[in-house]
């Protein structure tokens, strides 16, 4: 079996002073540079709408082909943008979980590849855990113990965060993830791809009053989502449901935009809502939001409202750091620190693991 390397199993640790971060585990491939002090020194992410948009969603293996085509160019960048050479670096981080597999892989391999030929430690970062460690960046300080909380185009989840490297997940979605929702009701409104930006845009111009959508959990006790029934709901709603007499309202602009603004309160009340209730249940005076979704403006909003009212500080990532990126896998210097490396042989793993 292969561990790490002799000179990588005794490096002092404490003289480290950067890392390099790869993270390619749907469909962005992202190199950073992150400094002891957690500064970033570049963030580069290539994206790939372009290569998706037909589709309405993430094609994995289109995914993982661009992926092999852009990570060497993505990590040269981001050495570039530090203003630093592969010599500098003195360990490799890598989101190695969850994602779509064989694009957890791509950067996976260039990770080993580079630990292995610099004989420098690897750490193993879980990139829903890397969202949550974005709002910590953001404010230069200890944020934990907090509610975690990931809305993003495959995950919905909830954690309580102890600490920054002790993360356990307290709820979920049990079907679509809230991302998932935005993405397949921009596709049913014909509004493009992906369908959180479009679906805010447009929801700007409209009713948010206009259909009351089912808001599916949000008075249950329980810290779990569903977001396929209100996926179904705005189906009908736009070309009618099966047997249905009446005639579907015309989709006019004006009836695209009432669409979009009543789903988008919806989630958002959904989401805001199961916030509030994992603060109650494990009496956290802080939140940590992070994920695609977090970018999204009337859910800012309304945790600001709710948090401002049960008196607990809200942490929002950044815009920059809401999406994926590799700058978030910066948590992997809390792994460092605490002499938590991984082996050479570490391997993908698609799903996430719910124990801590
Ligand atoms: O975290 P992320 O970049 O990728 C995953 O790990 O899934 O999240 C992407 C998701 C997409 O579903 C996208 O539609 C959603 O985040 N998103 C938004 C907004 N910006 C991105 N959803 C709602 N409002 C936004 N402004
Ligand atoms: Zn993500």
């Excluded at 829903?128 to 300080?141: D, K, L, P, T, V």
């Excluded at 047997?243 to 006019?252: D, F, H, I, K, W």
Aim: hydrophobic fraction near 45%; include cysteine.
């Amino acid at each position: 079996m292969t561990r790490q390397l002799p000179r990588a199993m005794q490096t002092d640790l404490t003289k480290i002073r950067y890392l390099l971060a790869l993270e390619s585990s749907c469909d962005e491939t992202a190199a950073a540079v992150i400094d002891r002090d957690l500064q970033v020194l570049s963030s580069v992410v290539a994206t790939q709408y372009e290569l998706h948009q037909t589709f309405g969603g993430v094609v994995p293996e289109i995914a993982s082909r661009a992926h092999v085509r852009r990570i060497l160019p993505v990590i040269q960048e981001s050495l570039q943008r530090a203003n630093l050479t592969l010599a500098d670096i003195g360990a490799i981080a890598v989101a190695s979980q969850p994602g779509l597999v064989g694009s957890l892989l791509v950067s996976l391999t260039a990770a080993k590849t580079l630990a292995m030929v610099l004989d420098v430690p690897l750490i193993a970062v879980n990139h829903i855990e890397a969202h949550i460690y974005a709002c910590r960046m953001a404010a230069g300080r200890d944020v934990f113990p907090a509610i975690g909380f990931v809305v993003s185009g495959g995950h919905s989840n909830l954690y309580d965060c102890r600490s920054p490297v002790d993360f356990e997940m307290i709820g979920s979605t049990i079907d679509d993830a809230a991302g998932e929702a935005f993405d397949k009701v921009a596709q049913i409104l014909g509004i493009g791809f992906p369908g959180g930006p479009a679906i805010q845009k447009l929801a700007e111009r409209g009713n948010p009053k206009a259909v009351h959508f089912p808001r599916t959990f949000k008075n249950s006790d329980k810290l779990e989502f569903s977001f396929s029934g209100l996926k179904t709901a705005v189906l009908y709603a736009a070309q009618g449901a099966p047997g249905q007499r009446s005639p579907v309202e015309p989709l006019t602009e004006q009836r695209v935009a009432d669409l979009a603004a009543s789903f988008q309160a919806a989630v958002v009340d959904v989401l805001v809502a199961k916030c509030k209730l994992a603060l109650q249940q494990r009496g956290r005076t802080a939140l940590c939001v992070g994920g695609g979704v977090a970018a999204n403006g009337p859910l800012r909003e309304q945790l600001t409202k709710m948090t401002k009212k049960l008196g607990v500080e809200l942490h929002v990532a950044p815009l920059s750091l809401c999406t994926d990126n590799a700058a978030m896998a910066a948590i992997a210097w809390e792994q460092l620190e605490r002499g938590r490396l991984a082996d050479l042989d570490l391997d993908v793993t698609p799903g996430l693991v719910r124990n801590r």
